[in-house]
């Protein structure tokens, strides 16, 4: 372990997602932060370590009807149906401010089966500033009758190994939380050649309006995000990075420092911040600086050092 002094201003943040360097750990997460530009008069958008786009499907989607989001207790419920504005216009219209920015940019795909997948990443590539695409599996496989591609392990290989065979970029897989052994599902994104995993997706959820005996959405169940999945996110990152070797990205309620902090303990390499984001537009800076600030008074040489430094 290599000791700073106490007066060094730079503390050593940077981490590696296999061949992809990030100069700190933070990203924002995908659906939560747009296509960036909305937030670059709020946050130092050049500080943040990544930048992870909304998903980007083949076709343009308008995704489901409102009510799409409802709050609730230490977090919210959203049903906003994978709305965006499709992979053509996300490379004529977004690509050139997001490649400017200067920080790695991780584009979200998402399709209804595997050959949707495979297509999206044979446009997306040689497309310049893409530094890593990160699959959501959390979709139905429309050809498997909705069964979603991150709930069966083979199906999960499948996907990852069609958009791997296809992609320029290393490719990450999104995990979702929704299934009984998530340890079997990272072991299959791996198997499928995953370059590394980000878990966890939002949790399905419901609310009801019991005044008109009706669902809050309009598609009666959403993804549940924010505070209230912090703790099953970190069980999950815990039990994902024990059962894989390539690097793990932890994601699920981070709203300061602090909780980053310890996703990287539980063995995470980096993390996404969502949900805050719609709290405290500055939140993923915030965090940044309060990871630099814990790494030098602690007086760790990186904060490499602290990933999976948790003692059970
Ligand atoms: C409004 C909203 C939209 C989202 N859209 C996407 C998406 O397009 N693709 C995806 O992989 N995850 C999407 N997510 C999931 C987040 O990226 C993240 O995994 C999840 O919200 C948990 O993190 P959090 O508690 O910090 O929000 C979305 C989440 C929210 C709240």
């Known amino acids: ?13 940077r981490v590696n997602i296999g061949s992809l360097e990030l100069q700190n750990p933070v990203m924002t997460a995908s659906g939560t932060f747009g296509y960036a530009r909305e937030f670059e008069d709020l946050v130092n958008l050049h500080r943040l370590g990544g930048i992870v786009v ?8 308008a995704g489901n009807p409102p009510q799409r989001i409802v709050e609730t207790p230490c977090g919210m419920l959203n049903a906003i149906g994978l709305q965006n504005v499709g992979v053509e216009r996300f490379i004529s219209e977004k690509m050139s401010y997001l490649e400017g920015v200067g920080v790695p940019v991780i584009v979200n ?11 999206i990443t044979e446009r997306l590539r040689g ?3 893409i530094a890593a695409l990160e699959i959501n599996i959390s979709c139905p496989n429309v050809k498997k009758g909705g069964v979603a591609f991150g709930t069966v392990p083979a199906m999960a290989a499948a996907v990852t190994e069609a958009v791997k065979t296809a992609a320029h970029v290393p490719v990450m897989v999104k995990l979702s939380p929704n299934v009984a052994d998530v340890a079997e599902m990272a072991r299959a994104a791996e198997d499928g050649g995953a370059d590394s995993i980000s878990l966890i997706n939002t949790l399905i959820g419901m609310a ?10 309009a598609n009666v169940i959403g993804g549940l995000s924010g505070p209230a999945i912090k703790p099953i996110a970190l069980r999950m990152v815990y039990q994902a990075a024990g059962a894989v070797n390539i690097p793990v990205i932890g994601i699920g309620g981070i709203e300061c420092a602090e909780d980053a902090l310890e996703f990287i303990v539980a063995g995470a390499t980096a993390v996404q911040i969502g949900t805050a984001n719609f709290i405290n537009p500055r939140v993923s800076e ?3 600086d309060g990871i630099g600030d814990y790494v030098r008074a602690s007086k760790l040489g990186s904060i490499r050092d602290l990933i999976g430094a948790l003692e059970v």
Request: no cysteine; proline share 8%; aromatic share 6%.
């Open 1 to 13: 372990m290599e000791f700073v002094k106490d007066s060094d201003p730079y503390p050593d943040l």
């Open 54 to 61: 909304k998903g980007i499907s083949l076709q343009p989607r």
């Open 109 to 119: 795909i998402l399709g209804d089966t595997v050959d949707e997948y495979r297509r």
């Open 127 to 129: 497309v310049a500033g």
């Open 208 to 217: 009801i309006d019991l005044e008109r005996r009706r669902p809050v959405l």
């Open 286 to 288: 915030e965090v940044v």
